[in-house]
Structure formats: structure tokens, C-alpha cells
């Protein structure tokens, strides 16, 4: 698919790309961050993506496509079309979750993803991390935020155990349950990296439940549990501090009062982690 910079409109897109296919749902449908509609023709079904400029650069926007592209189905929805600030994905028939799966289970679907080949770009957290202090509410900066930042920099990051394609965004909303199994939606946020910093980054309630996903992984994967559970402790403090710094910059972009709520959670949760 020729790849275009050229904004459209939907009804552009759907006359030029897509003719006889018609939107089937207006809402924004769960787990598609940037707005998706569901578009069909006969028993075709779509979701049709946009590109804002808020959520994704155009960079972003293709690696995305690129990694749907390179991933099997039984991992993830295809990628079918991008052009003109739009992405077009096969629809995954399900449901969604309030709740991740139990630990083996989802120590399955992450053990698949990471023996798929490598995406080819790297998930870097400090530039992020520092992107985030600049970009923030200059109010909202602390001199704790400040001092964890130069310490981690001052730190690195740590050697990866093994680096593998990273979805980087695992929460119960992002895994779609089929008849086929469990599939993973939402992969704005993915690139190489190592396999302990998902397992740090995946939304769960509780340390207990990490670490019964850790164990799990590790002995889907065979390394070595206490290894693999100490290189996910070493990353925990990088990932608090993305998602505090994630919130914090949404709240600035959009004002939602729910983003300042989550990021002094995230504050809260990375004391009681010290």
C-alpha cells in the first residue's frame, strides 16, 4: 500500500479506497485509541482508523502499521491499508474484559509475541521520560520528579535479558477474547525491547499478580525465575515513572481532570515501590 502525507476526510477515504463499504458504527469502538469506526461491505468487516495528531506522529502511525503487518493473526488483528492519515485493520470479533487473564494464559500470548522476529526500531524510555518532564504543566513539575529523573539517567537503562518485539501497552482493555483464543489490539506504543520490561509494564492490580505472570512466563520461556523477576523489579521504576509522565502530558493536552487522578496514583504507587 503507497504510503501518503495528504490529509482525507472519512467519506474521502471510504469513496477512494473502500467504495461499497459503509460505516457500521459511529462510537469509537473499545480499544482503539485515535478514533475508529467499524466500516463493512456484505460480510466485510473493517476498523478504520484516523491519525491525530494529538495521539501519534506520522512516524508512529506507520510503524504501527508495519508491526500489524508483520504479525500472525493468531496475535493480533492485519493490517490491511494506510494511506492519507488512515489505517484500515481486519475487525476482531470478541469481547473485552475488565479483568486480565489468568497468569498462564496470558504468559502464553506474551511468550508467542516475543518469539516473532524483531520489528526493527527500539522502545527508548528516557527520551521519553524527559519528553514528558519538558512537556508537562511546569506546575505540576516537583523536585521529586526531578531527582528520579537524573537518577535514572544517570543510571541507563538496564541490559536487556533477551530483546523481542514489545507490545508495550498490556492491559485488560487491549486483549480481545474470540473463539481462536486471545488477541492483542492497540500496538501504537510497540518496538523492540526486553522481554522484562513488558512483563513491568503490564496494567496489573496487584505486585501478587505480576509476579504469578512472571513465574509463568518464566517457565513458558525457560529462564531462570529469580533472574527474570529481578530484571523486571530493576525496570518497575522506569515504567512507573513513563506512566506518570504519560498522564501528566495528557492532562496538559486535554485538561481531563482523570489524568491528574491516575498520574498521583502513579506517585502514590511509586513510593510504596521504593
Known amino acids: 500500500m503507497q504510503f501518503s502525507n495528504s490529509k482525507l ?3 474521502e477515504v471510504l469513496a477512494r479506497y473502500f467504495p461499497g463499504y459503509q460505516p457500521a458504527a459511529a462510537q469509537t469502538l473499545q480499544g482503539l485509541s485515535g478514533g475508529g ?3 463493512v461491505r456484505d460480510e466485510h468487516r473493517l476498523v478504520l482508523r484516523e491519525q491525530r495528531a494529538s495521539a501519534l506522529s506520522h512516524a508512529q502511525f506507520l510503524r504501527q502499521y508495519r508491526a500489524l503487518r508483520r504479525l500472525p493473526e493468531s496475535l493480533t488483528a ?11 485493520v481486519d475487525y476482531l470479533p470478541g469481547i473485552v474484559k ?3 487473564p489468568e497468569a498462564d494464559a496470558l504468559a502464553c500470548v506474551l511468550s508467542e509475541l516475543h518469539r516473532q522476529p524483531r520489528f526493527g526500531w527500539r522502545v527508548l524510555l528516557l527520551p521519553l521520560l524527559k519528553q514528558y518532564w519538558q512537556t508537562c504543566d511546569p506546575g505540576r513539575r516537583s523536585l521529586g520528579w526531578l531527582r528520579e529523573l537524573k537518577r535514572l539517567a544517570a543510571q541507563g537503562e538496564p541490559q536487556p535479558l533477551r530483546l523481542s518485539p514489545l507490545h508495550m501497552d498490556i492491559h485488560a482493555g487491549n486483549l480481545v477474547y474470540g473463539t481462536d483464543g486471545i488477541r492483542l489490539i492497540d500496538w501504537e506504543y510497540a518496538g523492540d525491547g526486553d522481554i522484562a520490561l513488558e512483563l513491568a ?7 501478587n499478580i505480576r509476579y504469578r505472570l512472571v513465574m509463568a512466563y518464566a517457565r513458558k520461556v525457560q529462564i531462570e525465575p529469580a533472574l527474570l523477576w529481578r530484571q523486571v523489579s530493576r525496570w ?3 515504567v512507573l515513572m513513563l506512566m506518570a509522565g504519560w498522564y501528566e502530558c495528557r492532562w496538559q493536552q486535554i485538561g481531563d481532570q482523570q ?3 491516575l498520574a498521583d496514583e ?8 521504593d
Not at 492485519?78 to 484500515?88: I, L
Not at 509494564?201 to 505486585?207: I, K, L
Not at 502513579?266 to 515501590?273: D, Y
Open 9 to 11: 476526510t472519512r467519506a
Open 37 to 39: 469506526c467499524l466500516i
Open 78 to 88: 492485519t493490517a490491511r491499508f494506510c494511506a492519507a492519515g488512515w489505517m484500515a
Open 98 to 100: 475488565t479483568r486480565l
Open 201 to 207: 509494564a503490564v496494567w496489573c492490580e496487584d505486585s
Open 236 to 238: 518497575r521504576p522506569w
Open 259 to 261: 489524568f491528574i487522578t
Open 266 to 273: 502513579i506517585w502514590r504507587q511509586r513510593r510504596i515501590e
